[in-house]
């Protein structure tokens, strides 16, 4: 549990403010680094937490990585429907149809994260033991909490 508070407070001390809404923007050199640290970090909490056999690894770390693919399409999926609302925002030209728009594809991504846990599970059960599948899961959860609370905090309310 140290390790992944230690996790947890990385992402927070290294979390960027939604760009579109932020004053100051970083380059996208800065954001790449910053991005592929947090998932180096990311990788090695899980690998420090699960506790894998060499032959679960061997069967994990492929599904890890699928995994993970599939969650940077939804994470950017989030990012556009920020920077949309972002955009209304700042400009003040929010309208009850946009905000409809916005609303549907941000259910929509909440399907498709849901949906793609569930398609992993199986996965999973083939390659580790059931309890380790469920520490897996709850690591994700976990860092997807902490994300989203970030995000909560940093995009403000419609008016």
Do not use: C, G
């Amino acid at each position: 549990m140290k390790k992944i508070a230690l996790f947890l407070m990385l992402v927070f001390a290294l979390s960027v403010s939604v760009p579109a809404i932020a004053a100051e923007q970083p380059s996208d050199s800065d954001m790449q680094i910053l991005l592929e640290k947090i998932r180096a970090d990311k990788k090695l909490l899980v690998a420090a937490n699960m506790n894998l056999t060499d032959p679960e690894a061997k069967k994990f770390w492929p599904i890890y990585d699928a995994y993970q693919a599939e969650l940077k399409k939804l994470n950017k999926r989030v990012a556009a429907l920020i920077e949309s609302y972002a955009a209304d925002y700042n400009n003040d030209s929010l309208t009850d149809a946009k905000a409809k728009k916005l609303i549907n594809e941000m259910v929509s991504i909440d399907a498709a994260e849901a949906a793609m846990k569930k398609s992993f599970v199986p996965k999973l059960y083939k390659a580790v033991p059931a309890i380790k599948a469920a520490r897996y899961l709850q690591i994700e959860n976990k860092i997807r909490a902490a994300l989203h609370y970030e995000l909560a905090a940093e995009v403000p309310l419609v008016q």
